[in-house]
């Protein structure tokens, strides 16, 4: 099928990228229906509304820039998307991009967690409260690449 | 106590400020309001990401998602 989105314009999609947020994101709670775009510009995956082209979320794995990130959530969110066992989980952090580009951050407090099975999702809240909602990227890959000389 | 099953009480007192603990069944969320605002604001600042911007700074970082590796690897 063919839907609008923000970053390609009209562009062929398939049911396998489809996502669904039974409670909406927060903040957007109305909209459920969504497709995972893989992005074309480097480690971003795209997560687009269905029904309105204007609103895409940028997505990346929090690993690439924090090596030890973990995803830290309740039990509870996680079954309440039917979540059994870790194979299940497909998890990203919501990037923010400012005007100073080099500020782009990553929110590890509310993480987007899907069901690779049955592609439903949430954004729970982390259970992990050094995560914050804003995450300097560029600074966390600073940081990596500092460790990497230290342990040299 | 809220209701049957939730109880509120005071941990600590230290100064001018105050722990609150909260005791509620599993199933029952206890979050902080001014957490969902904060996630809620910065969704909202997130849905403004545009395109110029991501293909400018995806250069800078190397996409090896572990999650999507190819079954021939």
Redesign the interface.
Known sequence: MKICTKPYGEIEVSEKQRVRFPEGIIGFKDIHDYFLLDSREGPFYWLQAQKDPDLAFLLIDPRLFMPDYRLEVSESDLKSIGIKTEDDILDFAVVTVPDDHAKISANLMGPIVINRKNHTAKQVISTNDDYTVKHYIMEEMRKKSTDLVETR | MIGDEVEVSIVEIKGDQVKLGITAP??V?V?RKE??E??????????R???D???????????????KKSSSE
């Open positions: 599993k199933a969320k979050h957490i969902f904060a996630i809620q604001r910065e969704n909202i600042d997130a849905s990401s545009t395109m911007t991501v293909s400018t700074i995806g250069g800078f970082i190397t996409k090896k998602h572990p999650q």
